[in-house]
């Protein structure tokens, strides 16, 4: 009767368990090891926080599929962020801006794990500098090359 006490009983795993079973999920994944994002991940009571920035929608999703499924994990916080999230904030943001309204389409923006280029006609320097500055004002973004031509 004790023995089937003690099988009923779930062993409790320290968040440090949960947290290296849970990195070795989401780095056994061949997207993960293909990309090599940039990917942050803590434990504090069993809920998994993750951030960072993934490559694609696809390996946003997959990776908080592998969180979720990690023994131990009772929630997953969800602060990632993928190039396409990326790219279309940045575009967002520029074509509210009066100053490039005109031009927005024809303004590329191409991002790769948060490194974003920006690329594309402009009216002068101080704009491409100022469509420079949106652009590290969102959210994942790691650093910005202007190859923006004014």
């Known amino acids: 009767m004790a023995a089937d ?29 293909e990309t ?8 504090q009571h069993g809920v998994a926080t993750l951030s960072g920035t993934v490559a694609s929608s696809v ?15 009772k929630r997953v916080v969800d ?10 904030a940045i575009a967002t943001e520029l074509a509210s801006q009066p100053t490039f309204r005109a031009l927005s389409t024809q303004i ?3 991002s ?3 490194s974003v280029i920006l690329s594309g006609p402009l009216l002068s320097p101080a704009d491409a500098d100022h469509a420079v500055m949106i652009s590290q ?14």
């Open 5 to 33: 006490n003690l099988m009923e009983q779930e062993i409790e795993l320290t968040d440090q368990d949960i947290y290296q079973t849970l990195m070795d999920n989401i780095e056994s994944m061949n997207e993960v090891r």
């Open 137 to 150: 004002g969102v959210t994942g973004v790691r650093e910005v090359t202007n190859r923006l031509i004014g």
């Open 79 to 88: 602060q990632l962020t993928d190039d396409q999230a990326i790219c279309i």
């Open 36 to 43: 090599h994002p940039l990917l942050i991940a803590q434990v």
């Open 59 to 73: 390996t946003h999703y997959m990776v908080l599929r592998a969180a979720r499924e990690s023994p131990g994990v």
């Open 108 to 110: 590329r923006v191409a």
């Open 112 to 114: 790769y794990l948060g």
